[in-house]
């Protein structure tokens, strides 16, 4: 039973290109989290989602910042035209639908972004 | 003892002490929070849990203690051990929101 699988674990890019982290929940997850975490410091939320939906975005930056789940496939954190203040630890956890409260959160290993 | 870092709370522990990490909670309305470890490189590990109808929980040498009047949350670590050595966060949940995680403590173990 795999769980949370995300790549790439590094990934370096040059200022104004792409970043795209690819997130796989565990098996019969449904909601995704994506955290961003800067060294020595904590887990910073950024967004929440179900299949095809986004149910919370309140942490993501308004612009070059976006995520998707899509119905089949793995959720998508796209990062545009990245600046150096990008370099962080993406990580994305999963947990599952439970009726009447909230899932445990795994995490994945994270994805580490360095923007030369 | 304890020391405040250039960003995380650090706190010493001799091996096979208890040690006893600290959390302060911001929403009364959380209703479910974890502990996690995190080693370096590595993401968090979920230690375990505990729901908001519940003030003390315990598992294998860990016990988190909840006290919902005051929006504490503590993790006790029986006999510490190097192994135990990393950064600990809680994290608390409202039903259908997200989760939002505490600044995070690191737990040195000297030999």
């Known amino acids: 039973n795999a769980g949370v699988m995300q790549n790439p674990r590094h990934l370096v890019r040059r200022r104004g290109q792409e970043a795209r982290l690819r997130c796989s929940p565990m098996?019969?997850?449904?909601?995704v989290y994506w955290y961003r975490q800067l060294p020595e410091e904590g887990l910073k939320f950024m967004v929440y989602l179900q299949k095809e939906n986004i149910i919370d975005e309140s942490g993501m930056p308004k612009e070059r910042f976006s995520a998707e789940f899509p119905k089949e496939g793995p959720s998508i954190l796209r990062i545009q035209q990245v600046v150096r203040g990008d370099s962080a630890a993406y990580f994305c956890a999963s947990s599952p639908l439970v009726t009447g409260h909230t899932g445990e959160l795994f995490f994945g290993e994270g994805s580490r972004l360095t923007v030369l | 003892g304890e020391s405040v870092g250039l960003h995380l709370p650090t706190l010493s522990v001799q091996e096979g002490d208890n040690s006893i990490i600290n959390c302060a909670y911001s929403?009364?309305?959380?209703?479910?929070f974890i502990w996690y470890k995190q080693e370096s490189g590595k993401g968090p590990q979920f230690i375990i849990d505990?729901?908001?109808?519940?003030d003390k929980r315990q598992g294998q040498r860990v016990t988190v203690l909840l006290n919902k009047t005051v929006k504490h949350l503590s993790l006790q670590i029986a006999a510490t051990q190097p192994g135990d050595s990393a950064v600990y966060f809680c994290?608390?949940?409202?039903?259908?929101?997200?989760?939002?995680f505490g600044p995070g403590t690191r737990l040195s173990v000297l030999p």
């Open positions: 929403n009364s309305a959380s209703d479910y």
């Open positions: 505990i729901r908001s109808n519940m």
């Open positions: 994290a608390e949940a409202q039903q259908g929101q997200n989760f939002v």
């Open positions: 098996k019969g997850h449904s909601h």
